[in-house]
């Protein structure tokens, strides 16, 4: 089994940054790619971003482009979610997952293992 703990969330001003991470164990991290997605207080689960197991190839969310990273060290078995001029829209749990094979997908459904989620909080 997989298991995914996130860590750097926090609550922060608008404009400011964070970098949350996220901690792999269980099986060989190259087989999966990894994934960031997020759940804002009443709403659906929204894909942030996403990476391949060689970084070869790197999704984002329409709503972070340009403001959000996100990355990989195959060597440590940890994902990073970079976060940029945040807004407070970008209020959220952020939740790490894996999905086995080497594509990205953007729909949560299709993704195997999550962790537990680290809240992000940003205030005006």
């Known amino acids: 089994q997989v298991q995914l703990v996130e860590s750097g969330g926090d609550s922060v001003q608008a404009g400011a940054s964070l970098r949350l991470s996220c901690d792999f164990s269980?099986?060989?991290?190259?087989?999966?790619?990894m994934g960031w997605f997020r759940r804002a207080p009443g709403k659906g689960r929204e894909f942030v971003a996403g990476?391949?197991?060689?970084?070869?190839?790197?999704l984002y969310g329409d709503a972070v482009k340009g403001r959000f990273f996100i990355s990989r060290d195959n060597n440590k078995k940890m994902a990073h979610l970079q976060m940029n001029n945040l807004r407070a829209d970008d209020t959220a749990t952020y939740y790490c997952?894996?999905?086995?094979?080497?594509?990205?997908?953007?729909?949560?459904?299709?993704?195997?293992?999550w962790g537990q989620g680290t809240l992000v909080t940003v205030s005006e």
């Open positions: 997952a894996a999905l086995m094979g080497t594509v990205v997908v953007k729909g949560s459904e299709d993704w195997d293992y």
């Open positions: 269980g099986r060989t991290f190259i087989s999966f790619s």
């Open positions: 990476v391949t197991y060689n970084s070869g190839t790197k």
